[in-house]
């Protein structure tokens, strides 16, 4: 339960514009769209015929790979291409979550790209199909992705009448973010650049408790006995759900919409509240957001308050204070009629193929002690794990595959790509947090939460936010030139 809900983790983010006049060939059929809750979000959606498989010769049918474009502040002689490398999820979601492409495309004079991964919205190899059976998943790797976003950059390079000398940046964000700089990795004749936000590379192979303590330090530092309490939930659920009236008052307590009534709802239930917790501390953004729920500013700040207990309260009392910091998740709004404990995060998000994913090449252990953290003891169990993968899709991991074909740490004789990342991210655990040379640089952002530099400017940003865009920025307008000068 817990290894499959923390894949579901990864996640894991304008203006009218003309049409493009590509080739039929480029196209198949295109729309205009504008479906974003920010007011200056407006793309055309195209798709384009995909390989479906880029690396053997015997599968050559293709898929509509669907991707959208802003050509409004476009320089088309030459022009800068920002390239957002999609992540697990409908594409269209994280192109209005990425404001940061919109707010810099003008200064750039750039082209907003933004591409979907395949077996992600409606990004289907097999159409309907597509999920039924492990022969059609097979081609749902990161390594295809990448091809897919290699071979759709140098197609719209000869299709956009003057973006031959278009230099291309990618840009991602969580597991987009590692495609960005895998991108610039693996195809740098097609990228010249990468800004690879709260990206965790090293996820793989760090040890598999980091990430649950950053979580645990977000909520150490944002209330008195904030995460102690929320170590001590774990027991006082137990004893409580020990009898059929705690199950009652507890199901009654936090308002489920399917109150508890066995042991392993009750495990279930914990596994819940552990996601929420996680999910707070990677949208700890400092104003109201609606990323994963609607929610105020510093999200851990406002739960904290509930849960400044000294450690004589009873369990009750306890669990009272963790009901009402839950709701903070849940219903900040106050529409919610009761908790469903089945729902963490949102619909946006494909948690079938990422889960497909981590059972395959995208294997992050994780562990809890309880004592490091404030969650219960879990260690890493690789053999549960691939034993969950085989029986849910009849396949099993490949351990150690991620650290051989993306190179693990070494990785220095790459150039040109950034690394961002916050210290409010749990995610941070696995990511690059210093510079490995001049142009692998790290870039930590204080105060700073799920790839919050992606994110619009807003008035509430902590400097650390607005310096880390401007140096983002400068770097892309070096790499931009340094390309310029070797065409």
Known sequence: MRLINAALLFLLLILSCNALGLKPRLLGRHTVQTNSQHPSVSYQTFYFDQQIDHFGFLENGTFKQRYLLNDRHWHKEGGPILFYTGN?????????????????????????????????????????????NAKYLNYLTSE??????AVLIKALKRALPGAQKSSVI???GSYGGMLAAWLRMKYPSEVVGALAASAPIWQFIVPCGEFYKVVTNDFAISGTNCSSNIRRSWAAID?????????????????????????????GFKAWLQETWVNLAMVDYPYEAN?????????????????????????????SGISQAVRVYYNYTGDAVCLNTSQTATGNLGFLGWFYQSCTEMVMPMCTDGVADMFEPQPWNYQAFSDECYNQFGVRPREDWAEIVYGGRNISAHSNIIFSNGNLDPW?????????????????????AHH???RYNSEFDPESVLKTRALEVQYFKEWIKQAATTQ
């Not at 697990?88 to 404001?99: A, H, K, L, M, V």
């Not at 510079?435 to 692998?440: D, I, K, P, Q, V």
Request: aromatic residues 12%; contains cysteine.
């Open 144 to 149: 295809q992705a990448l091809a897919d976003f």
């Open 239 to 267: 004893r409580v759900s020990a009898t059929g009236e705690g199950l009652q008052w507890l199901s009654q307590e936090f308002g489920l919409c399917n109150p508890l009534k066995t042991a392993d709802e009750v495990y």
């Open 428 to 448: 941070m655990s696995g990511g690059v947090t210093r510079s490995l040379s001049e142009s692998l640089v790290a870039i930590m952002i204080d105060g700073g």
């Open 170 to 172: 990618a840009i991602g």
């Open 88 to 132: 697990e999820g409908d594409i269209t979601w994280f192109c209005n979550n990425t404001g940061f492409m919109w707010d810099v495309a003008e200064e750039l004079g750039a082209l907003l790209v933004f591409a979907e991964h395949r077996y992600y919205g409606e990004s289907m190899p097999f159409g309907e199909e597509s999920y039924s």
């Open 291 to 319: 990323f994963l729920q609607p929610l105020p500013a510093w999200p851990v700040k406002v739960v904290c308050k509930n849960l400044d207990f000294n450690t004589g309260v009873s369990d009750k009392q306890l669990l």
């Open 452 to 454: 919050l530099d992606l």
